[in-house]
């Protein structure tokens, strides 16, 4: 998936409390590390950035943590507030109130994963969604067996996949196949939009 255009510019280090949510964890300061503070303004969306943290000491900068993300579709980016990296010898993350944290290594589908938990909005708990989960024989993998949540984050992966390698497309997801309709068939804002654009449509 081709990324956007990004602009970074480097904020005072007073800047580090929109690393994460209010009332979260300073996961930097938990590695006795303090943060360096972005603002990433995307050329699909100028008027409204991203905060960029870096844990000072890691191998991941800035820019490519803010490249990787900028592959990320507008209508999930638009719900983050701000994207942090902190080192760590496993690969894991979580999203509190728009706010994401990873650590370690991680793949694509965790950036997409962590932003759809900040763009949800209660869709995991639509009833649309619920019963499309009952009416399917399957979900994505065995951490979507989790909870409904978990399970939206990984069919937002699934479906993506599709959307974006209509060609190329991974076995067995016919079982999940109301999940991945309702998904297609949401009014989240910018997703129609979206699909539009690429000019494609999920098979499901």
């Known amino acids: 998936m081709p990324g956007q255009s990004f602009k970074l510019t480097q904020l005072s280090q007073s800047a580090y409390q929109n690393c994460y949510a209010p009332g979260g964890t300073d996961e930097c300061a938990n590695v006795k590390s303090t943060w360096t ?16 943290c870096i844990c000072q000491g ?36 979580y999203t509190q109130a728009g706010h994401i944290t990873f650590f370690g290594t991680f793949g694509f589908d965790v950036l997409v994963h962590e932003s759809t938990h900040a763009q949800d909005q ?9 019963q499309a989960i009952g009416s399917d024989t399957c979900v994505p ?3 979507a067996q989790t909870n409904n949540v978990e399970c939206y984050a ?9 959307l974006w390698r209509p060609y190329d497309q991974p076995v067995g997801t016919n079982c999940m196949a109301n999940q991945l309709k309702a ?7 910018g ?11 999920v098979h499901v």
């Open 37 to 52: 503070v972005y603002n990433a303004t995307y050329n699909d969306n100028p008027s409204n950035g991203v905060y960029v």
């Open 141 to 143: 993998d065995d951490y």
């Open 58 to 93: 890691s191998t991941v900068t800035a820019q490519s943590l803010a490249s990787n993300y900028s592959q990320v579709p507008l209508y999930l980016r638009r719900w983050v507030a701000s994207i942090s990296y902190v080192p760590a010898s496993e690969g894991h993350a």
């Open 183 to 189: 998904i297609n068939s949401s009014q989240a804002p």
């Open 122 to 130: 209660g869709f995991s708990v639509s009833s649309i969604y619920l």
């Open 154 to 162: 990984q069919d937002m992966v699934v479906f993506l996949y599709k």
């Open 191 to 201: 997703l129609q939009a979206y699909i539009t654009s690429t000019g494609k449509h």
